[in-house]
T-cell receptor
Framework: GNSVTQMEGPVTLSEEAFLTINCTYT??????LFWYVQYPGEGLQLLLKATKADDKGSNKGFEATYRKETTSFHLEKGSVQVSDSAVYFC???????????????FGRGTQLTVWP | DAGVIQSPRHEVTEMGQEVTLRCKPISGHDYLFWYRQTMMRGLELLIY????????DSGMPEDRFSAKMPNASFSTLKIQPSEPRDSAVYFC???????????FGPGTRLTVT
């Protein structure tokens, strides 16, 4: 079946530190991969995505590379800011049998707190 | 574009009462999703609609939960009767076509006492 496993938090960093949040997946087909971000009191926002192996998604200084050989999609940022404090969700989309709609499977989320 | 709109943002009710959550998807989107978020289970898909028709309700926890989409711009999720274990944040999301990304609303935080 399809599933996403991401590192448990919380993750606490100082401003300008390097960030890595690990994400691995299991999928039966050829999934698309996503990172969503949830700021306090808000809904999930799409942060970046990659639709095929070796693609790199990037946005707002965040990057993640679709690694099929290791079934991973780790999120990285070279220098975090206080404003990056949020919960980050890794997700995959794969077609259910007999469906044309990609169903989203989410990881449990990783809380990131950045201190000034 | 106003994005996905949900109301109310917070709801506190007593066990046994009926609760109705509302959602207005992004105009032009033809898929609408209801998710529930809890600490214990994370994000769960409850049900989704395509062109106002329910397609998959296998995530609806039990018969106390029902969802409707009477037109392309409005959907409701109803819980009757509500129980404390229904306390969670309920998200509505919408998308266009079969593209996998979703636009999420801000959520409704439901507390059942």
């Amino acid at each position: 079946g399809n599933s996403v496993t991401q590192m448990e938090g919380p993750v606490t960093l100082s401003e300008e530190a390097f960030l890595t949040i690990n994400c691995t997946y299991t999928a039966t087909g050829y999934p698309s991969l996503f990172w969503y971000v949830q700021y306090p009191g808000e809904g999930l926002q799409l942060l970046l995505k990659a639709t095929k192996a070796d693609d790199k998604g990037s946005n707002k200084g965040f990057e993640a590379t679709y690694r099929k050989e290791t079934t991973s999609f780790h999120l990285e940022k070279g220098s975090v800011q206080v404003s990056d404090s949020a919960v980050y969700f890794c997700a995959l989309s794969d077609l259910d049998r007999g469906s044309t709609l990609g169903r989203l499977y989410f990881g449990r989320g990783t809380q990131l707190t950045v201190w000034p | 574009d106003a994005g996905v709109i949900q109301s109310p943002r917070h709801e506190v009710t007593e066990m046994g009462q009926e609760v109705t959550l509302r959602c207005k998807p992004i105009s032009g989107h033809d898929y609408l999703f209801w998710y529930r978020q809890t600490m214990m289970r994370g994000l769960e898909l409850l049900i989704y609609f395509n062109n106002n028709v329910p397609i998959d309700d296998s995530g609806m926890p039990e018969d106390r939960f029902s969802a409707k989409m009477p037109n392309a711009s409005f959907s409701t999720l109803k819980i009757q009767p509500s129980e404390p274990r229904d306390s969670a944040v309920y998200f509505c999301a919408s998308s266009f076509g079969t593209q996998p990304a979703r636009d999420f609303g801000p959520g409704t935080r439901l507390t059942v006492t």
